[in-house]
Antibody, heavy 124, light 108 residues
Framework: QVQLQESGPGLVKPSETLSLTCTVS????????WNWIRQPPGKGLEWVGY???????NYNPSLKSRLSISVDTSKNQFSLKLSSVTAADTAVYYC??????????????????WGKGTTVTVSS | EIVMTQSPATLSVSPGERATLSCRAS??????LAWYQQKPGQAPRLLIY???TRATGIPARFSGSGSGTEFTLTISSLQSGDFAIYYC??????????FGQGTKLEIK
């Protein structure tokens, strides 16, 4: 079965760029949408953005100006870069696969497999 | 942006009893709604998608209902492992996908 594993620095300084990678194992990265979700300490879940294996992306408007998500199909990985971070970006960051629901109108995508998450703290 | 509102914030129920959790959307999301369970220190786990379809491996005591703007997650005969935080999430309109603030299900 497919498994996801987040990796990256646990500590980032304010104003710098947060970089994380999600490695997909037990299955191919092809034909799926791949998401990033974050959860500040003691708070709820916030969708960050997604990338299709072909490279098309969609971002949360609240983060769009600072966010970049990329994919490397040869490594079965996708990555997140969030620039100009502040303490408000401190969170557990999860990666997740989105499964597709096909209807005659359009497709819909729900997140069915999640990584265990990685904690990122923004502090000097 | 669609706002998801869950109620109650905390629900106290005894083991063996039934729990009913609610989720309301600020506009219709059709049946494009998922429920997740999150235990302390763990990632969310998908329970329900399409408002009422159980994900693979989810016990039958978990059931979802509703469409449009009103949704319910029912857990019949609560077991010790069911006490956790539950989130609803709409995937009908994006960006962004949006989650409710969560309902903490605690032991009474």
């Amino acid at each position: 079965q497919v498994q996801l594993q987040e990796s990256g620095p646990g500590l980032v300084k304010p104003s710098e760029t947060l970089s994380l990678t999600c490695t997909v194992s037990g299955g191919s990265i092809s034909n799926y949408y791949w998401n990033w979700i974050r959860q500040p300490p003691g708070k709820g879940l916030e969708w960050v953005g997604y990338i299709y294996y072909s490279g098309s992306t969609n971002y949360n408007p609240s983060l769009k100006s600072r966010l970049s998500i990329s994919v490397d199909t040869s490594k079965n990985q996708f990555s997140l870069k969030l620039s100009s971070v502040t303490a408000a970006d401190t969170a557990v960051y999860y990666c997740a696969r989105a499964e597709t629901v096909t209807t005659y109108v359009r497709n819909y995508y729900y997140m069915d497999v999640w990584g265990k998450g990685t904690t990122v703290t923004v502090s000097s | 942006e669609i706002v998801m509102t869950q109620s109650p914030a905390t629900l106290s129920v005894s083991p063996g009893e039934r729990a009913t959790l609610s989720c309301r959307a600020s506009q219709s999301v059709s049946s494009n709604l998922a429920w997740y369970q999150q235990k302390p220190g763990q990632a969310p786990r998908l329970l329900i998608y399409g408002a009422s379809t159980r994900a693979t491996g989810i016990p039958a005591r978990f059931s979802g209902s509703g469409s449009g703007t009103e949704f319910t997650l029912t857990i019949s005969s609560l077991q010790s492992g069911d006490f956790a935080i539950y989130y609803c999430q709409q995937y009908n309109n994006w960006p962004p996908y949006t989650f409710g603030q969560g309902t903490k299900l605690e032991i009474k």
